[in-house]
């Protein structure tokens, strides 16, 4: 048995190591998305910031392990074979439980999902206890820390509150006072504005980084003989003040004799900052359970005394964490800092919800979002009617923005927001955490971030009339996330427990063995989502004159001409097999081949307002195109989609014969417009004219196999549906096939015009 227990202890130091991998990979968003998002230094830069925020933050975090071995449940109230069971179901979950929202691309709190967790774990474990012993329900509250689970909920609340209101009201004043043209101001304004933040940043990185070092506990006569970590606790204010005046004077001297962007050396010392406190405060949502595992081993080991009568007490005692554990876990977490794919899937979604210029919005807006902005929108009428117009027109002046801003508009390269909403950002939120610790509320740095950033967004008007609907819906949605992963995590983790109770090491290695599974297919299908994002996308068009947006439109005929007859070719192939699967394959295809279209369309006012030229020619042509697209694709949906729903509800196969015509149409007009496909990759259409000679031999072969089926219905054919869906196919193709002729010969006039052919 001991073997054994040992066995398990290994196994959880492996999954705090995956654990640390996704986990990481989900909170990378809390210290990273203002430096992304603005782009005020290179992303290589932010990395190496960051990487040492985490490296620094992980070696000093040894005394923040305690939520893991008595913050939710009372140890001395649990044997040490029922403790090492819930330390497992714990770390099972979490890992689950994160790598599901790194899949979805939501940002969650790791410190909620391991609480709930324990506090899931704890509870089924305790309710196992008290039914065995024919105890009372009642008798929960010995086994459970039941304050540490209200505080934590009224942690989430509180974040949400306090995050976004304070978040809206400092970038709104800082946008009134400095505007877009914020770097444009004299040097006392940016010499102020950098002492504040950089204090307030440098304060949290004091009241988060000193904990953990060997300095805290000194004493000196300069501070009144206070030991350090007392003293930046308690004389706040004079902290403060020391630190106002220092970083006022180096501001100055940068921007004065080494002209520096004092922008971008707050982003990057607040990037810095929230790093080393993500891996300060959450490491113990990595590491905290495994380490509280094998401390527990080692306390038994030494006991002598058998697994289920060892009583766990002794894990109310402090414990140092070694110092090899966090080294090791800082690695892990800066390298999955550096490779991390889901990382940035994540931090997507909060740079989607802040972006100031036009995206496509990935949240579809609800009836709540919709009555939210609605509401709002009466309240900031009536407050606004309440002002004087003149002061109207001045906050309304500072809000209208620079030139140079106003390019960033649908502009790929172009950060998602300014470096002053940036430096707001990580100083707001470096503030309300600095202020959680020192008086010890449960406020969530996942949630203080995120809710930070909406704010400033808010307040910034990134949320306008075409996009607030989509934005309030998201954020909701991430908020509702929140609130499901405290569930999910609390439900999840309990079941677990209770199945490992009841079926043994068999059945941790059975969870072991089917959450490997689920993670390793949710790698595979985001490893190939990557790859099929960028292979025959279709683009948007940028250029801004005649020929450029002849090319381009070149290079999506080709990439489109090849998609459809990829997707029309599995159609053929899963009607052939009678297979639901390929067809599946195909509706997700043609999905996002839709999803790709509208986004064009919904490009079409920039890239009219992008064209240098005068004429209409370039815009006419780009329309006209996109709208036999979007016809195309639609048509192909239509057949995808009925071929699915034939198949799916187990109607009779198409015949043979009906197969084979269908591929002969199929490759013959496949083998026709590989020729254009060939022609516009040369640059050449000299021989388009061919191309379009054959649309009546394809009309023709299309309407003799309609004609065929009509014979062959009339005289033989019985299935009703069978032949619904063959004629539905059939007179789709042709659609399908004239819509391409048209395409092609759209592109051929055009050339000929702007070429005087």
Known sequence: ??????????????????????????????????????????????????????????????????????????????????????????????????DFFNTLGMPTSTTVSIVFELLG??????????????????????????????????????????????????????????????????????????????????????????????????????????KIKDFIELEVLKVSILNFVFWCGLSYSLIKFFKANIYKVIIGIGTFALALAFA?????????????????????????????????????????????????????????????????????????????????????PSLFSKFIVKFFQKISAILEDLLPEKLKKKI??????????????????????????????LAVASILISIATSYKLPLSTTY????????????????????????????????AGWFLTAITAFIVSGIIVSLIHIGGFQAIAIILFIILLIVGKNFIAHRNEEMEVDRDKILKAESKSMKGVMEESSGNIIKFFKRVDLIFGNLIEGLSKHEITILKKGKKNIKRLKNEVEDLRENIFYFVKNLDEPSLSASNFYIVLLSYIQDLASDLDYIITKSHKHINNDHQKLKLSQIRDLREIHEFTKSIFKNSMETFDNNSVIEIEKILATRGKIKEMIQKKINAQIELTRKVETSPRNTTLYFNILLKTKDISKIKVNIVEEFYNTYKQINGV
Do not use: H
């Open 121 to 226: 774990a704890a509870v089924f474990m305790s309710l196992i206890k008290i039914t065995s012993s024919s105890g009372e329900i009642s008798d929960l509250i010995n086994y459970i820390n039941t304050s540490k689970a209200i505080q934590i909920i009224s942690g989430i609340v509180l974040s949400i509150i306090v995050a976004l209101t304070i978040g809206a009201i400092v970038q709104w004043i800082c946008r009134i006072f400095l505007t877009y043209e914020f770097e444009k101001k004299p040097l006392w304004v940016s010499v102020l504005f950098s002492g504040i933040a950089l204090s307030a940043i440098s304060y949290f990185i004091l009241m988060k980084g000193i904990k953990g070092t060997p300095w805290a506990g000194l004493k000196f006569d300069i501070i009144g003989g206070m």
């Open 280 to 364: 300060g405060n959450d490491l113990v949502n990595f590491i905290g359970v495994p380490i509280a595992a094998y401390q527990s081993y080692e306390a038994w080991i030494s006991s002598g005394v058998n697994a289920s009568q060892f009583s766990m007490e002794a894990m109310s005692a402090k414990v140092p964490t070694p110092a090899a554990f966090l080294i090791l876990s800082g690695l892990v977490m800066v390298l999955t800092l550096w490779f991390s794919s889901k990382a940035r899937k994540v931090m997507k979604t909060e740079l989607d919800l802040a972006n100031q210029g036009y995206i496509k919005e990935r949240f579809q």
């Open 1 to 98: 048995m001991e073997n054994l227990y040992l066995l398990l202890v290994i196994v959880l130091a492996v999954l705090a190591i995956g654990d640390l991998i996704v986990g990481v990979s989900n909170d990378a968003v809390n210290f990273l998305n203002s430096a992304v998002g603005s782009k005020a230094i290179s992303l290589r830069t932010i990395m190496i910031l960051a990487g040492l925020g985490v490296a620094f933050g992980a070696f000093f975090s040894s005394g923040l392990m305690e939520v893991a071995r008595k913050g939710i449940f009372n140890p001395g109230e649990f044997y040490f074979d029922e403790i090492i069971l819930i330390f497992t179901a714990v770390m099972l979950t979490d890992i689950l439980l994160l």
């Open 448 to 479: 203080v971030t995120f809710m930070v950033a909406m704010g400033t967004s808010l307040a910034d008007r990134a949320w306008g009339r075409d996009s607030a609907v989509y934005r309030v819906s998201g954020v909701i949605s991430v908020i």
């Open 396 to 425: 309304e002046l500072q809000f209208s923005g620079s030139a140079d801003q106003k390019k960033f508009v649908n502009n790929p390269e172009a950060p998602s927001f300014d470096m002053l909403r940036a430096c707001v950002n």
